[in-house]
């Protein structure tokens, strides 16, 4: 009777020793789900950052596909480099282009414009000869940066893009 007893308990040890292990393995299996999923987190949150200050470049450009946007917006982007210290502009305040909406848990993007390099004193004819009929066509090289934040001022990106403008001298 004392050995059946014995072996009785020795199982209900050992079975309670590997149950601890087991449960033990789960609980630390469990935190590091638990940080894997607050890192994927993390980066989807940057990527929406991201996301948001390359929407607002990319809405600047496709607006100005349109010509008449794009001589009154440039124009201005000019005459701040002329007459101003600071010779930046914000493109979406400046004008009436449509500015795209941020995801959830980010800012409104900022937006800037500037003048980068105005053309050089050096002519610039379309059929490369003086005189030419068809007028006289300089690049204007603009740099557009947009800088997005999210709500808790945690992660920002800023994305620039370089673009030059044909259009004729100002003189």
Sequence with gaps: MFYSFTKRGSALTISL????????????????????????GNMQHQHNVFNAAQ???GALI???????????????????????????????????????????????PVNTLRVTALPSKTKHSLKASEGSSTG??????????????????SATSTQEMGFYYLAPALH
Excluded: W
């Design 136 to 153: 006289t066509l300089v690049p204007y090289y603009f740099t557009n940066t947009a800088t997005a934040t999210d709500t808790n001022d």
């Design 62 to 108: 496709d607006q100005l596909r349109d010509l008449e946007i794009a001589n009154e917006l440039l124009l201005k982007a000019i005459q701040a480099e002329n007459h101003t210290a600071d010779s930046t502009i914000d493109p979406f305040t400046q004008s009436n282009l449509s500015k795209p909406e941020p995801p959830q848990n980010v800012k409104s």
């Design 17 to 40: 020793v590997v149950l601890t292990a087991i449960t033990l393995g789960a609980v630390v299996a469990m935190q590091r789900s638990t940080l894997q999923v607050r890192m994927v």
């Design 55 to 57: 929407n607002d470049l």
